[in-house]
């Protein structure tokens, strides 16, 4: 898996890196968007028009419980598993990243089927109505789920995570 696992890691530390400017400027104006400046409402704001994200607009409690996980748990984080992944082969990543990628994925299970399932027909703002609506919206969610549990796959799997370090006897 060498070469594969470096090219991954890569990609798990361009994640980490892109996740922080999103985690701050965009998700976190659901719990508080009168703090952030105009251009940055007027985006958010096009972004859930466009592609009818009812959860951005009006987040139910349950989806606001997320945003204060994201915030408090997993963006202190960020900076650390980008750097884990940048540098390669740091096994000390392998408990947190497992701990990451199982709350994020078990997060995302229930936004996903939230946006597959309910039904928006008369819903106040309003959400995806059509399959394509529906898979469009599902798209910018997707990675999301799909990059953890990528994670969660190389941490238990790859030998080079999942070996147990020799201690030195004195």
């Not at 890691?9 to 400046?37: G, K, M, N, R, S």
């Not at 229930?110 to 106040?124: E, G, V």
Request: glycine fraction near 2%.
């Amino acid at each position: 898996m060498g070469s594969a696992t470096r090219a991954l890691e890569w990609v798990f530390a361009l994640y980490f890196l892109t996740h922080i400017p999103i985690t701050v400027f965009i998700d976190l104006q659901a719990l508080l968007p009168d703090f952030y400046p105009t251009a940055l409402r007027q985006l958010l704001t096009w972004y859930t028009a466009a592609f009818k994200d009812p959860l951005m607009v009006d987040p139910p409690p349950w989806f606001q419980s997320f945003i204060y996980c994201e915030c408090f748990l997993q963006l202190p984080f960020f900076p650390v598993a980008a750097y884990a992944f940048w540098k390669g082969k740091r096994r000390w990543i392998r408990t947190p990243a497992i701990v990451y990628a199982a709350h994020v994925a078990t997060t995302l299970l229930p936004i996903l089927a939230h946006f597959l399932f309910q039904d928006f027909s008369h819903a106040k703002p309003a959400g995806p109505e059509t399959l394509p609506e529906r898979l469009t919206l599902l798209a910018f969610y997707f990675p999301y789920l799909l990059i953890p549990l990528l994670i969660l796959f190389v941490m238990i799997l790859d030998p080079q995570y999942n070996q147990e370090e020799k201690r030195k006897k004195r």
